[in-house]
């Protein structure tokens, strides 16, 4: 008995702060705002209509999904070998490896953004490299446009995609892959055959989670995106400083739908891993 | 690892991956330590003094203030909260057990943005306005799932016939919590804690919704920096320090519980 009192002001924490709100949200997506109607208005998927209706705002979501899709391929393709190598590593190199990837998760997104601007701005230390070496004559735009947000979110996102396949690529017996170099298989033939196919798992929990974060990602979009970088997370709080709550939380409720959809997703993929 | 030809290129792929881990990082800090007006790395010459730039800027020290003293009472909060439910949720089967921690949970994987939005429309409609009281619980929100986990986590790993033993021989619930209980918890309550302190220190997506000229934090005030003056040596500075901290909390971290257990958010 004393079990559940003891979950109950919890409970009640997030009822009320976290449920509620979103309800609150879920609420004022289906009225027009005081500017559109200043009479008051009647419940309407008029937010809705307009948020998948009017091709300005569809280009922002596909913009979005985009994004999210080049993120998690660029995190799956350099975090695997990282992810693997950590797996297989017993010697005291581990602790080291693991510093470097979980370091950069507890440094603030907004310090991590400013390094990337330092690096890639027109003057930065990228293109410094580049003109001294005479490989370009004029400055790259590297950042204010998607280049520096995805260069920026990869690295946000790389550390989550790479200890989420490091959990899954640890529980893989090496003596499986002994057993295919004994046999005759080279390194490709091991990873395409025997760890990559085992890895499975682990490769779609990554990338619906890496996915995921990249489309609710906010901070890095605004630092190092331009005017044509319009996102989801972007474009939700530009309605909201225009005032427009009430179209910013049909904004809001979609973004919800599809983060809420790939989070069952996820948990799924975990529970076809904890039944085998 | 195997010795091939491809055993090489591994290795050198992953320097270079972690090598871009770490380099916006390095440029960050580097900075600060530039003689330079404007921030460019390598610096050209080498200069302290943009520490005491930023440290005489009252704009970023009141920010830090009001930052430092969130986190702290975000910490105290989210241990008071997540505390007794893990307690519960371990001693007690409750029906729909993994969809309930799941649901517990959900605050870390939502998007930060939404969450602040949704705050900030609940506080308009309850006619709260932009109460300080709204962005400390909306920071208790987002970080009690951390505290959740790793409690969770050591709770479920600890030897529970400890508990019994100590009732056996005449110790009240209390006595039990206070005296066996809590002290074999605390490398998950340390954590955790640290945990739920540095993402209410560091965060932006939430924060940016719900704070004012006078409660604002220290990463939305160099963000609005960033946004409206590009980037100065006087961030560095405080890029710096604030990197010195929190690595060294990773230290302390992997000390008391061991920093993989935590973030690995595939692990179980």
């Not at chain 1, 948020?51 to 999210?68: E, K, S, W």
Request: charged share 10%.
């Amino acid at each position: 008995m004393t079990g559940v009192l003891c979950l109950i002001p919890l409970l009640v924490l997030l009822l009320a702060f976290f449920v509620l709100p979103f309800g609150v949200m879920l609420y004022q997506s289906f009225f027009l705002s005081l500017l559109q109607s200043p009479a008051g208005s009647s419940p309407t998927l008029a937010n809705y209509a307009k948020a998948f209706g009017d091709f300005f705002y569809l280009r922002v979501l596909l913009q979005t999904l985009a994004l999210g899709a080049a993120v998690t391929g660029l995190a799956l393709v350099l975090g695997y070998p990282v992810a693997y190598v950590l797996a297989r590593t017993r010697t005291r190199w581990r602790q080291l490896l693991i510093f470097l990837v979980i370091s950069p998760l507890v440094v603030s997104i907004v310090i991590r953004s400013y390094g990337w601007m330092v690096l890639l701005g027109r003057v930065g230390t990228v293109n410094t490299v580049l003109q001294a070496l005479g490989l370009v004559e004029k400055p790259l735009p590297l950042m204010y446009n998607w280049f520096g947000v995805v260069v920026a979110l990869t690295h946000v996102l790389l550390p989550f995609m790479i200890l989420t396949l490091t959990s899954v690529i640890e529980g893989i017996p090496e003596s499986l892959e002994d057993t295919a170099a004994v046999l005759g298989a080279g390194w490709w033939q091991r990873f395409r055959h025997v760890v990559f196919p085992l890895s499975m798992e682990g490769v779609g929990a990554g990338i619906t989670l890496v996915f995921m974060l990249t489309i609710g990602s906010f901070v890095s979009v605004l630092l190092l995106g331009g005017s044509d970088t319009l996102v989801l997370p972007l474009l939700i709080y530009q309605q909201v400083i225009l005032l427009n709550n009430n179209f910013a939380a049909a904004l809001g409720m979609s973004l919800l739908a599809i983060s809420v959809v790939l989070l069952y997703a996820q948990a799924r993929v975990f529970r076809v891993r904890g039944a085998a | 690892m195997r010795r091939d030809p491809g055993a090489l290129a591994l290795r050198l792929y992953c320097g270079l991956v972690l090598g871009f881990l770490s380099l916006p990082i390095v440029v960050a800090v580097g900075v600060a330590f530039g003689s330079d007006k404007i921030a460019r790395f390598p610096p050209t010459g080498l200069s302290l003094r943009w520490f005491g730039v930023a440290l005489s800027n009252a704009t970023f020290v009141s920010a830090l203030g009001n930052s430092v003293i969130l986190a702290a009472l975000t910490t105290v909060l989210t241990i008071a909260f997540g505390l007794p439910a893990s307690l519960a949720l371990v001693r007690q089967k409750f029906p729909a057990q993994p969809a309930l921690e799941a649901v517990l949970l959900s605050p870390l994987s939502l998007p930060g943005v939404l969450f602040g939005v949704s705050m900030l429309f609940f506080l308009g409609a309850g006619g709260f306005g932009l109460a300080w009281w709204g962005l400390l619980v909306a920071h208790a929100v987002i970080a009690v799932p951390y505290v959740l986990r790793t409690t969770l986590a050591v709770y479920r790993a600890m030897d529970r016939g400890l508990e019994e033993t100590a009732m056996v021989l005449g110790a009240n619930p209390w006595q039990t919590f206070r005296h066996v209980t809590l002290p074999l918890l605390r490398p998950g309550l340390v954590a955790g804690g640290l945990f739920a302190f540095l993402t209410s220190f560091d965060n932006v997506p939430v924060s940016i919704f719900l704070t004012t000229a006078r409660t604002t934090t220290l990463p939305v005030t160099i963000m609005s920096y960033l946004v409206n003056q590009d980037f100065d040596p006087i961030v560095g500075a405080i890029s710096a320090v604030q990197v010195a901290l929190v690595l060294a909390l990773l230290v302390v971290l992997d000390r008391v519980y061991g920093i993989a257990q935590i973030t690995s958010f595939g692990g179980q």
